[in-house]
């Protein structure tokens, strides 16, 4: 079976438009053309329904020094998925953020309480230096440090690492844009005619040059395909187990 590159799916694509092949097209119909498959593209990934498939999953290692707390990572990555390991050490507990550290940080001091005896009792905290040892927790940032010219998700650890640590992660992400003719979208078994292909299709209705009077069906043929990537959200579909089963206690 011949590839499916990024210009074939266009050369198709711009049939809806009239031309034998996109290269037929303006400059700005062409451009509109590779923006539709692209979005297409990228639902395929991050469906509308958030089901992530898990194929749209990617394995990263994080290499951490001593004294480093956070890391960026790749602008590709929306989200780290499941349990984050300590190479050699175990898993990672998650934290809910960088107000949680704080939190982990913090020492009680005292309360305070009115000389009159009325009113509110208020704890006091003493704010502590982060700890160092081996990493137990991790939490994911991305609030803008103030020279962020992008949305950067940052991996932090705490305790602070005394030493050098690497971090096993998968994460789900945006994949890169098709840009060469010769690139090939990477979808399970190649499904690209039957579900990237339609759902860029429905795309192309709202262009201002199509006139074609069959866009409720272009738009059943777009959904259907929406709802074939829902099949596809993993590849194992027996999660049960044959050999740990429930006892009866005491």
């Not at 958030?50 to 990572?73: C, H, I, S, T, V």
């Not at 208020?122 to 990493?135: L, Q």
């Not at 991790?138 to 650890?157: A, E, M, P, Q």
């Not at 777009?222 to 993993?234: G, I, W």
Request: proline share 8%; charged share 25%.
């Amino acid at each position: 079976m011949a590839a499916i590159t990024y210009l074939s799916i266009k050369d198709q694509l711009s049939s809806m438009l009239g031309a034998d092949g996109v290269l037929d097209l303006p400059q700005v119909d062409q451009d509109r053309i590779g923006i539709y498959v692209n979005q297409a593209y990228r639902e395929c990934y991050t469906p509308i329904d958030g089901k992530r498939p898990m194929w749209a999953e990617k394995k990263f290692n994080l290499n951490f020094a001593a004294d480093q707390a956070g890391a960026d990572l790749t602008h590709q990555i929306t989200s780290v998925d499941k349990i984050p390991v300590l190479v050699g050490e175990g898993p990672l507990s998650p934290m809910t953020g960088p107000e949680a550290e704080i939190k982990a940080r913090s020492l009680f001091s005292w309360d305070f309480r009115s000389p009159s005896g009325r009113g509110l009792n208020f704890p006091h905290y003493k704010d502590n230096e982060p700890e160092k040892g081996r990493p137990v927790w991790y939490y994911i940032d991305n609030r803008d440090h103030g020279t962020d010219t992008k949305v950067v998700n940052r991996f932090y650890l705490y305790p602070v690492p005394e030493k050098a640590y690497e971090v096993e992660l998968y994460a789900n992400i945006v994949p890169s844009d098709l840009s060469l003719d010769t690139d090939e979208p990477r979808l399970p078994a190649d499904l690209v005619w039957d579900i990237l292909y339609p759902i860029a299709q429905g795309k192309l209705l709202a262009d201002p040059r199509y006139n074609g009077d069959n866009k409720e069906f272009i738009a059943r043929m777009s959904d259907e395909a929406r709802k074939r990537l829902r099949t596809l959200v993993s590849p194992q579909k027996h999660k049960g187990s044959l050999r740990l089963t429930k006892r009866g206690g005491w």
